[in-house]
């Protein structure tokens, strides 16, 4: 009985000490040594952008090497969306609209909050972000919260900021980026 409270105690600090640098999402750690889509199929509030990303075949990409910084929408992100567009979008037929959105919400780089800040200062209070999937996208920031406007003008905030990834890092936000039309 003895071994097995030990054994506990042992699971329960090594456990915390692996979050001690990196948030919880979803209802689950994030651990560092994992990459990006390993991170995010245990997330609650990203199961809908996870069948994107499954959708849009992207889950081998986004395993890779990077680096990547993916602004990760929540469910509640994508329920903001007109009714039936995330329906519409998970349609095979609609795969390369599907996989042009997603991947206009991942840059090809490893950017922590304090570097967008920063570049966002360099450039005096809004820094342009080049997407993978081609989109122009706009960095700002307000009492410390990463905010991002899309082609629409839509402006996402990042809720939860640096879920740092073996391959890269997310960024969690509230607004599903969508390029310009």
């Known amino acids: 009985m003895k071994a097995l409270k030990l054994g506990t105690a042992i699971l329960a600090l090594t456990s915390g000490l692996a979050l001690a640098g990196n948030p919880m999402v979803g209802g689950a750690p994030m651990f560092e040594d994992k990459n990006i889509v390993e991170n ?9 952008l996870v069948a994107a990303v499954k959708a849009a075949g992207l889950v081998e990409t986004l395993s890779g090497p990077g680096p990547f910084t993916v ?3 929540t469910n509640e992100a994508f329920a903001k969306l007109p009714a039936g567009t995330v329906e519409t979008l998970l349609k095979p037929e609609n795969k390369d609209q599907l996989t042009k959105i997603l991947t206009c919400h991942v840059v090809a780089a490893d950017a922590m909050s304090d570097a967008i800040m920063k570049m966002v200062d360099d450039d005096k209070g809004a820094h342009p ?3 993978v999937g081609g989109c122009e996208f706009t960095a ?7 905010m991002i406007k899309d082609g629409q003008g839509n402006v996402a ?3 939860i900021a640096d879920v740092k990834q ?10 599903v980026l969508l390029p310009a039309m």
């Not at 995010?40 to 809908?48: I, L």
């Not at 920031?141 to 990463?146: C, N, S």
């Not at 073996?166 to 607004?175: A, L, Q």
């Open 157 to 159: 905030n990042v809720t």
């Open 40 to 48: 995010a199929v245990n997330s609650a509030d990203h199961t809908t």
């Open 166 to 175: 073996s391959n890269g890092v997310i960024h969690v936000i509230d607004t």
């Open 129 to 131: 972000v080049k997407t």
């Open 140 to 146: 700002m920031y307000k009492d410390g919260v990463v």
């Open 71 to 73: 602004f990760a929408p």
